[in-house]
């Protein structure tokens, strides 16, 4: 099984300022089809479902915020806030999709400081 | 506009089993694969199963795999989990996703319980 790795385990910004989450995976994720890596991020607000941000590593989500970037090779990725609001305070999972079974990150807890 | 709907969680004592169903509308079913995921209470995220559009290949994780089973009824726009064998360590809100490559739509989830 490919392990993802997040760090840190919590993230206290102040508002403005930039968030920074990092995923790393056991083993290459790269999809040799489209030579993109499979891993996306998702939001996870109190009592919602995850919500898509980013896939093939990069790729915003139609109707995301363009303070989020997502980039990253080999087997290190990095999710960036880049001035954070007060609705992006969230639980943020990385995930890889290239291989079964799928596996999770297991979370990074951003907070407001 | 896409939705998934889940339904038939609930309180369960250990070694029960119940039907977890997904609903969907504003796509066409047969045309993704869909995913299970799981979250036991204040816990990440676990993918579960997972089934091709036209119910011809499945996967699951071992964690599951012999005591769950994935399923699918495009003429009704339903996905489905039968959950067997239940143990306390399944206690989670059990999601469905639509899932070819990319989970980029979810449902609000059902809670499972597994008590005594």
């Known amino acids: 099984d490919i392990v993802m790795t997040q760090s840190p385990d919590s993230l206290a910004v102040s508002l403005g300022e930039r968030a920074t989450f990092n995923c790393k995976s056991s083993?290459?994720?790269?999809?040799?089809?489209?030579?993109?890596?499979?891993l996306a991020w998702f939001q996870q607000k109190p009592g919602q479902p995850p919500k898509l941000l980013m896939y093939?590593?990069?790729t915003r989500e139609a109707g995301v915020p363009d303070r989020f970037s997502g980039s990253g090779s080999g087997t290190d990725f990095t999710l960036t806030i880049s001035s954070l609001q007060a609705e992006d305070v969230a639980v943020y999972y990385c995930?890889?999709?290239?291989?079964?079974?799928?596996?999770f990150g297991q979370g990074t807890r951003l907070e407001s400081k | 506009e896409v939705q998934l709907v889940e339904s038939g969680g609930g309180l369960v004592q250990p070694g029960g089993s119940l039907r977890l169903s997904c609903v969907v509308s504003?796509?066409?079913?047969?045309?993704?694969?869909m995913d299970w995921v799981r979250q036991a209470p204040g816990k990440g995220l676990e993918w579960v199963a997972k089934?091709?559009?036209?119910?011809?290949?499945?996967y699951y994780s071992d964690s599951v795999k012999g005591r769950f089973t994935i399923s699918r009824d495009n003429a009704n726009n339903a996905l489905s989990l039968q959950i067997n064998t239940l143990r306390p360590e399944d206690t989670a809100v059990y999601y469905c996703?639509?899932?070819?490559?990319?989970?980029?739509?979810w449902g609000q989830g059902t809670l499972v319980t597994v008590s005594s």
């Open positions: 996703a639509r899932a070819t490559w990319i989970n980029d739509y």
């Open positions: 504003g796509f066409t079913l047969s045309a993704y694969w």
């Open positions: 089934i091709k559009g036209d119910g011809s290949v499945k």
């Open positions: 083993q290459s994720i790269l999809f040799s089809s489209n030579n993109k890596y499979s």
């Open positions: 093939w590593a990069s």
């Open positions: 995930q890889q999709y290239l291989t079964i079974p799928i596996t």
